[in-house]
């Protein structure tokens, strides 16, 4: 279980870093002055599991890259899709809980204080109980601050909020995982060998990830939808 903290200062650092939001890049939302990122793509699901964003790629006929949008993906080419859907509904906007808990493995070697981790999460849930503590602030967005241990990160113990953290780093910020309440991926910068970590790890769908790569439908310039497609 995590503790709450009034000390917004500590993640200052993160909000001064970031791209202005309204520039919607990958920037924006992971904070530069890492050695490298990685774009961790959230799972599409069906009766049988978790699908991948490469098999709904192949299913429609589409490019897959490291800057592709979900949308773009999951609308088929002409010639392509006439098999049924392999996922069901929509990409969740968090990674699921058994896959944070993969994610928080791979980093404990990269920190040498898996013991203080800072965790941010987003005050718009109805989950999060209401509170008058001291908030991180950005444009757009606001969170609460807590701290604890790389093993609580998937269950955070904040009253019936089960969400893993917007933002995740150590207390001397060797890394940090980031996502927003309206993407379809999580992002962490680190160093190096942080990321290749994450990239060969079987279980997590990943990606290398630029800080200039955008987060529209628009930003995806391999895969560009028409404007009949984007009404589908």
Not at 94 to 122: C, G, M, N, Q
Request: aromatic letters at 12%.
């Amino acid at each position: 279980m995590v503790t709450p903290s009034d000390d917004v200062s500590v993640a200052q650092w993160l909000v001064n870093r970031l791209f202005p939001f309204e520039n919607y890049l990958a920037g924006s939302v992971v904070p530069p002055g890492y050695e490298a990122y990685a774009r961790i793509l959230h799972p599409a699901q069906s009766t049988s599991g978790y699908v991948s964003w490469a098999e709904i790629a192949a299913w429609a006929g589409r490019i897959y890259h490291p800057a592709m949008q979900f949308e773009s993906i999951a609308t088929p080419v002409q010639g392509s899709g006439a098999d049924p859907k392999p996922w069901d509904g929509q990409v969740p906007y968090h990674l699921p809980l058994s896959h944070v808990d993969t994610l928080a493995h791979i980093l404990r070697p990269f920190t040498t204080t898996p013991e203080k981790i800072w965790y941010l999460v987003w005050d718009g849930y109805g989950s999060v109980p209401s509170t008058s503590r001291p908030h991180v602030q950005r444009p757009h967005r606001n969170y609460l601050l807590y701290y604890g241990g790389t093993d609580d990160v998937g269950d955070l113990g904040i009253g019936e909020h089960r969400e893993p953290p917007e933002y995740w780093f150590p207390n001397e910020k060797s890394w940090c995982v980031a996502t927003d309440v309206d993407l379809y991926w999580t992002y962490v910068g680190g160093s190096q060998a942080c990321i290749d970590a994450i990239l060969i790890n079987s279980e997590l769908e990943s990606v290398p990830a630029e800080l200039s790569h955008g987060l529209t439908v628009d930003s995806d310039t391999l895969n560009r939808l028409s404007p009949d497609e984007k009404k589908q």
